[in-house]
């Protein structure tokens, strides 16, 4: 069965420390790749998004994810968190008029 | 403000009420999405318009549930007879163009609450 799971429900990271997001996908084909945040009050909003080329894409907010086939994975990464960073992010697969998000994982950021 | 806007925010119903929700896309999106979303999951699909046609519901939008975009623009949800089950956050989105690789912008959501 199609499915795509984010491991992990929450993290904390300090401010200014790295962060990455796993995501880990079950389907046939490349799917498209998405990674959506939702922040407190606010609509969910595109980071980032992936079909073929380049395994490494670069999104809004300095974020970025790299996408390895050999592990159907699509992990969510950035070099320093921001207090601002604190939300909910989703990975969201899309494959033959399926589309799925993933659980969420909850991002605190510690000062 | 041009983004997706849905209307109302919040809702609270009793049990076997009918409720209906509508959500406004950004003006020259094409595309129209309805989701739905319990509290600790994320987004699940619904279904989706492209202009005022409905291609795709999922098997999660039971005969209880209609949707329509009848002039290709604002959108409504309906659900006859709530149940509780049905208490959640409902999210509309639109995007341009035809495909699914477009990037989708969300409203606000309505929270409906069924007692």
């Known amino acids: 069965a199609q499915s795509v799971t984010q491991p992990d429900i929450h993290i904390t990271v300090s401010e200014g420390a790295s962060l990455e997001l796993r995501c880990n996908y079950s389907y046939g084909a490349t799917p498209y790749l998405f990674w959506y945040v939702q922040s407190p009050g606010q609509g969910l909003q595109l980071l980032l998004k992936y079909f073929s080329g380049d395994t490494l894409v670069q999104g809004i907010k300095g974020f970025e994810a790299e996408f390895k086939r050999s592990q159907s994975s699509f992990n969510l990464r950035k070099p320093s968190v921001h207090w601002s960073d604190a939300a909910e992010y989703f990975c969201v697969v899309y494959n033959n008029n399926d589309m799925r998000f993933g659980a969420g994982t909850r991002l605190t950021v510690k000062p | 403000d041009t983004g997706v806007s849905q209307d109302p925010r919040h809702k609270i119903t009793k049990r076997g009420q009918n409720v209906t929700f509508r959500c406004d896309p950004i003006?020259?999106?094409?595309?129209l999405y309805w989701y739905r979303q319990t509290l600790g999951q994320g987004p699940e699909f619904l279904t989706y318009?492209?202009?005022?046609?409905?291609?795709?519901k999922s098997r999660l939008l039971s005969d209880r549930f209609s949707a329509e975009r009848p002039k290709g623009s604002f959108s409504t949800l309906e659900i006859q007879r709530t149940e509780q089950g049905d208490s959640a956050m409902y999210l509309c989105a639109s995007s341009g163009g035809s495909g699914w690789y477009n990037e989708q912008f969300f409203g606000p959501g309505t929270r409906l609450t069924v007692l």
């Open positions: 003006s020259e999106h094409n595309r």
């Open positions: 318009f492209q202009n005022e046609a409905q291609l795709e």
